[in-house]
T-cell receptor, first 114, second 113 residues
Framework: DAGITQSPRHKVTETGTPVTLRCHQT?????MYWYRQDPGHGLRLIHY???????DKGEVSDGYSVSRSKTEDFLLTLESATSSQTSVYFC?????????????FGEGSRLTVL | DQQVKQNSPSLSVQEGRISILNCDYT??????FLWYKKYPAEGPTFLIS?????DKNEDGRFTVFLNKSAKHLSLHIVPSQPGDSAVYFC????????????FGEGTQLTVNP
């Protein structure tokens, strides 16, 4: 257990509304990531953070923003949700050996945009 | 541009037999490869990994083989158990890209009793 908590675990919202997903970790890890999982695409990186206020884009960052004001919290925001953002979102931390990319994942947040 | 590909969406095997899951990659800069296992409604969990300087890594019933010249890796599970039924994701990372993971599409393994 890497001490990762995602909230909410399930959310249904309407197109055009803002949505924020929260990832909270208890072990002071520097690197945090947001992935989305979709059938036929596996897990795709949205954004990641390498420290407080230090974030960068992943491969599918359009329509998403992130913030990290504290080490323990990494927020993913959909400013105006679209149906294409219906997905399962996973937060992850890098807690394995250096330079291996080994990640520990949260349990996921299932988002449905109607 | 799918840099990591798992061409088999699903695999079904009998309990006690060998399960072989395959993964191909295109980026020659990848230097570390990992397999993750995912049960429904849970996050992926790390299973086994291999560095590009090796061609085999074994951990109990799980063995990962890496063929760098073919840019191919495989995960062998022997013997397969019903509890192994899950989605398996292959992933790769490169030190030059900050060790961020690139995942394949996943393979649903079903082990029948």
């Amino acid at each position: 257990d890497a001490g990762i908590t995602q909230s909410p675990r399930h959310k249904v919202t309407e197109t055009g509304t803002p949505v924020t997903l929260r990832c909270h970790q208890t072990e002071n890890h520097r690197y945090m990531y947001w992935y989305r999982q979709d059938p036929g695409h596996g897990l795709r990186l949205i954004h990641y953070s390498y420290g407080v206020k230090d974030t960068d884009k992943g491969e599918v960052s359009d329509g998403y923003s992130v913030s990290r004001s504290k080490t323990e919290d990494f927020l993913l925001t959909l400013e105006s949700a679209t149906s294409s953002q219906t997905s399962v979102y996973f937060c992850a931390i890098s807690a394995g050996r250096q330079n291996t990319g080994e990640l520990f994942f949260g349990e996921g947040s299932r988002l449905t945009v109607l | 541009d799918q840099q990591v590909k798992q061409n088999s969406p699903s695999l079904s095997v009998q309990e006690g037999r060998i399960s072989i899951l395959n993964c191909d990659y295109t980026n020659s800069m990848f230097d570390y490869f990992l397999w993750y296992k995912k049960y429904p409604a849970e996050g992926p969990t790390f299973l086994i990994s291999i560095s590009s300087i090796k061609d085999k890594n074994e951990d109990g019933r799980f063995t990962v083989f890496l063929n760098k010249s073919a840019k191919h890796l495989s995960l062998h599970i022997v013997p397969s158990q019903p509890g192994d039924s899950a989605v398996y994701f292959c992933a790769a990372s490169a030190v030059t890209s900050g060790s961020r993971l690139t995942f394949g599409e996943g393979t649903q393994l079903t082990v029948n009793p």
